[in-house]
């Protein structure tokens, strides 16, 4: 049985018959991380792939750990953000994309998994407000501060609890992240410590909105340090 996250149905979990068997197209076409074409059967709740195409395999067995986990991480940010029987097709072209980003090797894994999260989370439904300070308006202040918990954000004047402060480079990525179209999201970079800035914001972020942890990312880190 597979978890697959397909545009037209959302996340489904589908048997697959004769994967095991050596040589079998189909084992190769649903292995983990790979986006494929299938025609599927449903019987009342039960799906069952009779036929399936690769299109793209995203990792093989010797890609590097740092990569892979951080892919697994993804997945898993799916599996248990989106609801059973809920399509998402902006967010499957997100994640599409992510790997695809992350398979290729060019860019700092860190940026892609802070883009994937944030996004993710604003497509989810817990977009912060990233505009300006929620009290006077201020659009930029060194630093500027982000209350996690009500993704609202307050200039140094006003701000008065214990939020994180955010440099003006973490806050332009993250505004970004949120408000550009999809097409631009990826093209950015910014210097090594903005980026580990940026991701362990996001990261909190969207654990904070959304109450989970996740074992994959706990992996992640645990291979970083
Ligand atoms: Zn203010």
């Given amino acids: 049985m597979v978890t697959l996250f397909t545009q037209d149905y959302g996340i489904i979990r589908a048997f697959v018959t004769g994967a095991k068997k ?49 892919a697994q991480y993804f997945c898993e940010l799916c599996i248990k953000l989106i609801p059973e029987g809920t399509v998402n097709p902006e967010l499957l072209r997100l994640i599409l994309n992510s790997l695809h980003f992350l398979a290729e090797g060019k860019k700092n894994p860190i940026i892609i998994k802070a883009i994937t999260e944030l996004r993710a989370v604003s497509l989810l439904g817990y977009a912060p407000d990233l505009i300006a300070c929620c009290e006077c308006g201020k659009f ?36 970004h992240i949120v408000f550009s179209e999809f097409k631009s999201i990826y093209s950015f970079e910014i210097p090594e410590k903005s980026a580990n800035e940026l991701s362990d914001i996001t990261e909190n972020y969207l654990s904070v909105q959304t109450d989970h942890r996740f074992s994959t990312l706990d992996f992640f880190n645990s291979i970083k340090e």
């Fill in 140 to 175: 930029e202040d060194n630093p500027m501060f982000f209350d996690i918990k009500s993704g609202i954000i307050y200039c140094n004047n006003c701000n008065n609890e214990n939020n994180k402060p955010i440099s003006p480079t973490v806050l332009s990525s993250m505004r």
């Fill in 22 to 70: 050596i040589n079998n197209k189909k084992a190769s076409a649903t292995s983990l991380l790979t986006y494929s074409s299938f025609s599927i059967i449903k019987r009342k709740d039960t799906y069952k792939i009779y036929e399936v195409q690769p299109i793209k395999v995203f990792f093989n067995v010797s890609s590097d750990l740092e990569r892979l986990s951080l």
